[in-house]
């Protein structure tokens, strides 16, 4: 029979009981166990209730940690501490709402549906087609000012009220410089056009304190074969050269009927050539060249002339391409140019904003 023997605080070396002889101990072990665990369970359960009690006095009443230590006998720093866990333990929560005439919500929808890289969505004041465009072109001239850098390249196709807006309604950016406003899409031979043309881009450039670079040349040419003399000449040329420099691009976006502003000031399409082109499927145009629903570019149609400047097929290969457009009758033009991935940033009318997501 072996003995087993263990050393006690009091001192010497003492044999083992029987287990029977320990049993009375064990238990009363175990109860006190059990009891110090209720204890424990209820100042828990305490400390939870003046956690929400610290929480609801500093969030809802507004008092400060010091009034709150000196009303609750505790200290401040035990104040901090219970606030700090009141957002861990999720009693409290931080929501953000956005400022009244902001669609946080619905720009992110619009953003994850269409894959673009941001959405910026306008509230006009009223439904009115001019109020609609001035609160676009607000906002796009935000946008822009805030996202312009140092020796940006910009393309600007300025067949568009709303850009035209836009730019009047932009500020001086004074943080950047050397950059370069490029035309991509000629207007002459229409005059109203040309001169808002010349205007926007040379405007433009002295906001972003840079150099203004026009397209001497109409917005179509009879050919493809004209299309490549003209290329020839020297203005044209140089303009045409910065083309593949462009760091950003700023596009209207054209549904098939043209607005009041372009029918007035110089549409370059007939009605029969309107017509032809809706048999082609074309739902919309960018810098003059239409595409169908599935923005899939519409290439043999009308075959007489062709536009002159940046294709669309050139777009893809700029970093940032901003479409501002606005109105419910560009909604199909608009869905067109995403499903085709002409352009990665929108800029648009909250009521448009929300025909797209149901579209």
Same mark, same amino acid.
């Given at each position: 029979?072996?003995?087993?023997?263990? #050393?006690?605080?009091?001192?010497?070396?003492?044999?083992?009981?029987?287990?029977? #002889?320990?049993?009375?101990?064990?238990?009363?072990?175990?109860?006190?166990?059990?009891?110090?665990?209720?204890?424990?369970?209820?100042?828990?359960?305490?400390?939870?209730?003046?956690?929400?009690? +610290?929480?609801?006095?500093?969030?809802?009443?507004?008092?400060?940690?010091? @009034?709150?230590? $000196?009303?609750?006998?505790?200290?401040?720093?035990? &104040?901090?501490?219970?606030?700090?866990?009141? @957002?861990?333990?999720?009693? &409290?929560?931080?929501?953000?709402?956005?400022?009244? =005439?902001?669609?946080?919500?619905?720009?992110?929808?619009?953003?994850?549906?269409?894959?673009?890289?941001?959405?910026?969505?306008?509230?006009?004041?009223?439904?009115?087609?001019?109020?609609?465009? #001035?609160?676009?072109?607000?906002?796009?001239?935000?946008?822009?000012? $805030?996202?312009?850098?140092?020796?940006? +390249?910009?393309?600007?196709?300025?067949?568009?009220?709303?850009?035209?807006?836009?730019?009047?309604?932009?500020?001086?950016?004074?943080?950047?410089?050397?950059?370069? &406003? +490029?035309?991509?899409?000629?207007?002459?031979?229409?005059?109203?056009?040309?001169?808002?043309?010349?205007?926007?881009?040379?405007?433009?450039?002295?906001?972003? !304190? =840079?150099?203004?670079?026009?397209?001497?040349?109409?917005?179509? +040419?009879?050919?493809?074969?004209?299309?490549?003399?003209?290329?020839? #000449?020297?203005?044209?040329?140089?303009?045409?050269?910065?083309?593949?420099?462009?760091?950003?691009?700023?596009?209207?976006?054209?549904?098939?009927?043209?607005?009041?502003?372009?029918?007035? /000031? /110089?549409?370059?399409?007939?009605? @029969?050539?309107?017509?032809?082109?809706?048999?082609?499927?074309?739902?919309?145009?960018?810098?003059?060249?239409?595409?169908?629903?599935?923005?899939?570019?519409?290439?043999?149609?009308?075959?007489?002339?062709?536009?002159?400047?940046?294709?669309?097929? %050139?777009?893809? %290969?700029?970093?940032? &391409?901003?479409?501002?457009?606005?109105?419910?009758?560009?909604?199909?033009?608009?869905?067109?140019?995403?499903?085709? /991935?002409?352009?990665?940033?929108?800029?648009?009318?909250?009521?448009?904003? !929300?025909?797209?997501?149901?579209?």
């Amino acid at each position: 029979m072996h003995n087993y023997s263990f #050393d006690t605080p009091s001192g010497p070396t003492e044999t083992r009981q029987a287990a029977s #002889d320990l049993r009375p101990s064990s238990y009363a072990a175990g109860v006190a166990k059990r009891r110090s665990r209720e204890r424990c369970a209820m100042r828990r359960g305490g400390q939870a209730i003046l956690i929400r009690e +610290v929480a609801r006095m500093y969030y809802e009443q507004r008092q400060t940690q010091l @009034e709150i230590a $000196t009303s609750l006998n505790v200290s401040q720093g035990t &104040v901090c501490r219970f606030l700090k866990r009141a @957002e861990k333990q999720g009693i &409290v929560r931080t929501t953000i709402s956005p400022p009244v =005439g902001t669609f946080v919500d619905l720009e992110e929808l619009l953003e994850r549906k269409f894959g673009l890289s941001q959405v910026v969505i306008a509230q006009a004041p009223n439904a009115s087609e001019e109020s609609i465009q #001035d609160a676009v072109g607000a906002v796009a001239a935000h946008f822009l000012e $805030t996202t312009l850098k140092a020796k940006a +390249v910009i393309g600007v196709a300025s067949w568009s009220a709303p850009l035209l807006s836009m730019v009047k309604q932009m500020h001086p950016v004074w943080k950047v410089s050397e950059c370069k &406003v +490029v035309q991509i899409l000629g207007t002459e031979g229409y005059p109203s056009t040309e001169e808002h043309a010349s205007s926007l881009v040379k405007q433009l450039a002295r906001f972003v !304190q =840079g150099e203004a670079h026009l397209l001497p040349a109409p917005g179509r +040419v009879a050919s493809k074969e004209a299309a490549e003399i003209l290329a020839h #000449d020297l203005h044209v040329r140089e303009t045409m050269e910065l083309f593949d420099r462009l760091t950003i691009a700023v596009l209207g976006i054209g549904s098939i009927e043209p607005s009041p502003w372009l029918a007035g /000031g /110089g549409n370059p399409f007939s009605m @029969e050539e309107l017509e032809s082109l809706k048999e082609e499927g074309a739902v919309g145009s960018i810098c003059l060249r239409f595409y169908n629903a599935n923005g899939e570019e519409i290439r043999n149609a009308p075959e007489d002339k062709q536009a002159f400047g940046l294709g669309l097929e %050139r777009l893809k %290969r700029i970093p940032m &391409v901003i479409g501002v457009a606005c109105g419910k009758r560009r909604c199909q033009a608009i869905l067109g140019a995403l499903r085709g /991935g002409w352009i990665n940033v929108l800029v648009i009318d909250q009521i448009t904003a !929300q025909s797209l997501i149901m579209a």
